[in-house]
């Protein structure tokens, strides 16, 4: 989920890219079994999961509303929030988002295999949106 297209972030042809968009980063079996295909059939060598600014999914999940539409009304936010110290939408996202990645991670031995063998990378991103710019996060 994202304000801004994925190719405009990396300055790519959007062809050059494979794009699970999701809804507040909301990692369901769906979205991992896309990306597992994706891995093994494109050689996909990074996998970026993006979070970004103010959030609205995030907005919601922090104010305990439910969402008509939203996969299983945003509780999979619950233990980015908390796991959180500051309780702004800002730093729930990106944690969040860190936690996306260790369920990409943990989903499949094909993930695991390789980032072990060092053939891919998953690694998070979050979008800056009032300077347009990506801050990886470690």
């Not at 190719?7 to 794009?19: H, N």
């Not at 990692?27 to 891995?39: H, M, S």
């Not at 509780?75 to 908390?82: H, M, V, Y």
Request: glycine letters at 8%; hydrophobic letters at 40%; charged letters at 25%.
């Amino acid at each position: 989920d994202s304000p801004v297209a994925p190719d405009v972030i990396f300055d790519c042809d959007s062809r050059d890219l494979m794009v699970v968009q999701v809804v507040g980063n909301l990692i369901n079996d769906g979205n991992l079994v896309r990306l597992e295909y994706a891995v093994q059939n494109f050689d996909i060598s990074l996998i970026v999961v993006i979070g970004h600014q103010q959030c609205r999914s995030v907005q919601a999940a922090l104010k305990g509303e439910k969402v008509s539409g939203y996969p299983s009304n945003l509780k999979g936010l619950e233990s980015a929030i908390e796991a959180t110290q500051e309780k702004s939408v800002d730093a729930v996202c990106k944690m969040h988002t860190r936690l996306a990645i260790e369920d990409i991670f943990g989903f499949s031995e094909v993930f695991r295999e390789k980032v072990s063998n060092r053939s891919l990378q998953i690694v998070g991103g979050f979008y800056c949106s009032d300077i347009g710019r990506m801050e990886w996060l470690d």
